[in-house]
């Protein structure tokens, strides 16, 4: 709950050019974070090109906000009750194929 708090209070002051790279790291880390809870494996390779695509090379904040993003999401996901981890994992498994991080 606390990680929540502090990304709302980061996209607050946050410019709106890099509110976007915000969204992705909050959508990253959650999928990321959700790799062991889920029983799958990612292709690295996979994850690379998807930084190059949807990340400005210049953008330094993106990788600390990935780590942020991506602890909170560990937290969260501790949490869970078994049927919310299943419906999780059943999105996350979706958008980790739809991106290719796995078969």
């Given at each position: 709950?606390?990680?929540?708090?502090?990304?709302?209070?980061?996209?607050?002051?946050?410019?709106?050019?890099?509110?976007g790279?915000?969204?992705v790291?909050?959508?990253?880390g959650?999928?990321?974070?959700?790799?062991?809870?889920?029983?799958?494996?990612?292709?690295?390779a996979?994850?690379?090109?998807f930084?190059?695509?949807?990340v400005?090379?210049?953008?330094?904040?993106?990788?600390?906000?990935l780590?942020?993003?991506?602890?909170?999401?560990?937290?969260?996901?501790k949490?869970?009750?078994?049927?919310?981890?299943?419906a999780?994992?059943?999105?996350?498994?979706?958008?980790?194929?739809?991106?290719?991080?796995?078969p």
């Open positions: 709950m606390r990680w929540i708090l502090v990304a709302a209070a980061m996209s607050l002051a946050t410019p709106a050019a890099a509110q790279s915000m969204e790291a909050m959508q990253l959650s999928v990321l974070a959700s790799e062991g809870p889920c029983n799958l494996t990612y292709d690295q996979a994850i690379e090109a930084i190059e695509k949807k400005k090379a210049t953008d330094l904040d993106f990788a600390g906000t780590a942020l993003m991506t602890a909170g999401q560990e937290v969260q996901i949490d869970m009750s078994k049927s919310a981890l299943t999780h994992c059943a999105q996350v498994r979706r958008s980790a194929k739809a991106y290719k991080f796995i």
